[in-house]
Structures are given as C-alpha cells and as structure tokens.
C-alpha cells in the first residue's frame, strides 16, 4: 500500500527527472563528441528526440496533476461556491473525453505500426505509445482531481 501511494504522488515527477536528465546527458556527449572528439554519435538526437517526446506527454499528466494548466478563470470571479465547483467539473469533463479519446485514438495507432527506429532500430511502438501513456494517466489524474474536489465541496472547505 505505501509503494502505490507513493507511485501516485511521484511518478510523473520521477520519470520527468530521468527524461530530463537523459536529453541533457545525451545532447552533452553529442557536442562534446562533435566539436571535440571530430566524431557524431549516430542515435544521440534520435535518443533526445524519443526522451523529449515522452517528457512532453508525461508532462501534460504531471501539470494536471498539480493543476498547473493555463486556465480562464474570469467566470469564476463572477460566481459563487457552487458556481466554481459546477464550472470546475465541467472542465474536467471536458479534458477527461479529451484524454480518452486520445488515449483510444494512440492505441489504435500504436496497433498498426511495425516499423523499427532508424539510428537505434527499437521497435517506434515505443515511442508511438508515449501519448497512449500519457493521456491514459492523464484520464486518471482528472478522476482523481474530480473526487477531491467533490469531497472538498460537500466538506465546505
């Protein structure tokens, strides 16, 4: 029960850490290797492009999760309690179809394809699965902010 709880509240936040520092690493030694050594790596930008892609879609989950999305927040200047609450699940709403339709359409896609990387020669299934991944969790990181928010406003916090 501990490991999923803290899967839950670091998982985003762990795999960002080791994506970033991966791009950053392996664009070093890509410079370091050119300009220095007079030898390009074959699979560098290949390996940070991948690395930046799953960044971005796990990212999209993480700023859910931590509701840090850019929002238009004047109609909840107007309203009230309830009015923020109702205007707050509506938006989830909306960005939980969204996620599962995305999550739906990326498994159909990953489905088809069967073709390998050209630098690295991994399967791209892995790099195609990036947003499949990331709005999947995306869909639970919206139910979850739904639950909490309905506890919140039946608590009158």
Request: aromatic letters at 12%; charged letters at 15%; one cysteine or more.
């Amino acid at each position: 029960m501990k490991l999923l709880k803290w899967l839950d509240e670091n998982i985003e936040a762990v795999i960002l850490i080791i994506l970033s520092i991966l791009t950053v690493v392996v664009i070093f030694v890509q410079v370091f290797m050119r300009y220095v050594m007079h030898s390009s790596l074959t699979w560098s930008e290949e390996l940070a492009r991948y690395a930046f892609i799953w960044l971005v879609y796990i990212g999209v989950s993480y700023g859910v999760k931590k509701q840090a999305h850019i929002s238009v927040d004047a109609l909840t200047w107007i309203v009230k309690r309830r009015g923020k609450f109702v205007l707050s699940i509506c938006a989830n709403i909306a960005v939980l179809v969204f996620s599962v339709l995305l999550t739906y359409f990326s498994f159909e896609v990953v489905a088809q394809i069967n073709r390998l990387s050209p630098a690295m020669a991994i399967p791209l299934k892995y790099v195609y699965a990036a947003p499949l991944v990331g709005f999947l969790l995306t869909a639970i990181r919206v139910i979850q902010t739904m639950i909490i928010q309905t506890k919140t406003f039946r608590t009158g916090e």
